[in-house]
């Protein structure tokens, strides 16, 4: 009996390990790899560019979630990149000059929030607004 105890917790602490790493992924939320994010690991936050009726919100200390579930939300290291991102796509017609946009910092860390696509730093996964940025 003395010698099946130590078999036993052996098993049992073979089968938390084996529990621990299958429960530890989940594949609708994917992590970046981190050398997708590399070059970018310093950026000193996560900008992106969104309709500035939101600014009411946050005056307001409403919480809004930005999800980028429905569809692909483009993210930018500091607010001179966003800035210059909504200018662009204004000039190239791709954003309305009458739509009312602004520059809006989000909550977390670049290397949990943000995959790289092509060229293209995407929102990962749903993110808490800031606040707006001039």
């Known amino acids: 009996m003395h ?3 130590p ?14 790493a299958c429960g530890s992924s989940n594949p609708q939320d994917p992590a970046p790899l981190p050398a997708q994010n590399k070059a970018t690991e310093k950026c000193p936050g996560i900008y992106i560019f ?16 930005i999800d980028p579930t429905r569809h692909p939300i483009p993210v930018y290291c500091t607010p001179e990149q966003a800035h210059k991102a909504l200018k662009e796509a204004r000039d190239n017609g791709k954003v309305p000059a009458s739509m009312e ?12 929030m943000v995959r790289k696509d092509g060229d293209k730093y995407l929102l990962n996964r749903t993110a808490l607004l800031l606040d707006a940025v001039e």
């Open 7 to 20: 078999l036993r917790l052996s098993f049992l602490l073979t089968c938390c390990l084996a529990m621990g």
């Open 101 to 112: 946009l602004r520059v809006y910092q989000l909550d977390g860390e670049w290397s949990d």
């Open 50 to 65: 969104a309709p500035a009726r939101y600014i009411v919100n946050l005056v307001v200390k409403d919480q809004i979630v």
């Open 3 to 5: 010698q099946s105890l």
